[in-house]
C-alpha cells in the first residue's frame, strides 16, 4: 500500500501543482505512476463542474464562466501540458531536419511560432467553453481524464525519440501491462460514464479523442521518430480542445434542428 501511495504521489507531483508530500524518485515509486495520472484529469473535471455550477449560481457572465474553464486545467498542472504544446509548435513550424526540431523541443525559449499557437489555442478554447450548455458539462467533465487515459498509453506503448526524456523514464520504469490494463479500465468507465451521461455528445467525445491519438502518433513518428514529454503535453491540450469542440459543435447542431 505504501509503495502504491508513493506512486500516486509521484505522480501528483510531477503532473499537478496540488500539494503533495514527499516521496523518492525511484524505479519502485514509478512503477505504477501512470496509473494515477489520470486521477489528475479527475480532479479537473470536478472542479470545473464545481466552477461551472458556481458561476450559474452567482449568474456570473459567460465569458467569464468559460474563461474559468480553460484557467482550471492550467493552474491545476502548473501548464506542463500547455508547455509541451507551446515547444511542439516551435519544432514543428522549424521545418528543419529531425534531430534540430528534438533540439528545439528542449529549448526553453518561446519563439513566435509558440506564441501565435499559444494565442490560437486559448481563443479557440475559451470560445468553446462559451458554448458549453448545462447538458454538456458531466461528459465534458470526464474529458481531462480520458485524455490523461491516452497519453498515459502513449508513454507506455509508442516509440521513444529521446531514451534519456521524461516520458522514457516513466515509461521504462513502469509495469507495462499492469498500466496498460489499468488505462483500458479507466477509458471503458471515462467513456462509458459520458455516453451515459448523453449518449450522443458522449459518442462524440469519444470519437474525437481518439481522432486527436492518431494524429499524436502520426505526427510524433513522421517528425519527430517517437514521443517525447513535450509531444505528451502537447496531445494532452490538443486532445482536450478537440473533445471540446466537438461537443459543442455537435450540441448546437442538435439544437438547431
Known amino acids: 500500500m505504501k509503495k502504491l501511495i508513493n506512486n ?13 508530500p514527499m516521496a523518492d524518485w525511484n524505479k519502485e515509486n514509478m512503477k505504477y505512476a501512470m496509473c494515477f495520472f489520470p486521477l489528475i484529469g479527475l480532479v479537473i473535471g470536478a472542479l470545473e463542474f464545481g466552477w461551472w455550477n458556481l458561476m450559474l449560481w ?8 468559460a474563461a474559468g474553464m480553460v484557467l482550471i486545467p492550467i493552474l491545476v498542472t502548473g501548464g506542463i501540458h500547455l ?27 518561446a519563439g513566435a511560432f509558440a506564441v501565435i499557437i499559444g494565442l490560437a489555442f486559448m481563443t479557440a ?7 458549453v450548455t448545462g447538458e454538456a458539462v458531466p461528459s465534458l ?15 507506455e506503448n509508442f516509440p521513444n525519440a529521446n531514451p534519456k526524456g521524461t516520458a522514457a523514464a516513466f515509461g521504462s520504469n513502469s509495469y507495462r501491462r499492469r498500466v496498460n490494463l489499468t488505462m483500458i479500465v ?9 455516453i451515459l451521461l448523453q449518449p450522443v455528445l458522449g459518442i462524440v467525445m469519444t470519437a474525437a479523442a481518439f481522432a486527436a491519438w492518431g494524429w499524436y502518433y502520426r505526427m510524433a513518428m513522421k517528425y519527430f521518430g ?17 473533445m ?4 459543442v459543435i455537435v450540441n448546437g447542431i442538435m439544437r438547431a434542428l
Do not use: N, Q
Request: charged content about 20%.
Open 186 to 194: 479507466y477509458l471503458v468507465l471515462f467513456c462509458g460514464a459520458a
Open 83 to 109: 508547455d509541451g504544446l507551446l515547444d511542439t509548435a516551435d519544432a514543428l513550424s522549424s521545418w528543419r531536419e529531425r534531430e534540430r526540431r528534438l533540439e528545439i523541443l528542449k529549448d526553453s525559449h
Open 125 to 131: 478554447c475559451i470560445g468553446g467553453a462559451s458554448e
Open 226 to 242: 517517437g514521443i517525447t514529454g513535450d509531444l505528451a503535453g502537447c496531445f494532452t491540450c490538443v486532445s482536450e480542445m478537440a
Open 8 to 20: 500516486c504521489i509521484v505522480a501528483f507531483s510531477m503532473y499537478s501543482k496540488i500539494p503533495m
Open 58 to 65: 452567482l449568474d456570473f457572465g459567460t465569458i467569464f464562466r
Open 244 to 247: 471540446l469542440l466537438a461537443v
Open 141 to 155: 467533465c470526464f474529458s481531462f481524464a480520458i485524455a490523461r487515459c491516452l497519453s498515459a498509453l502513449s508513454v
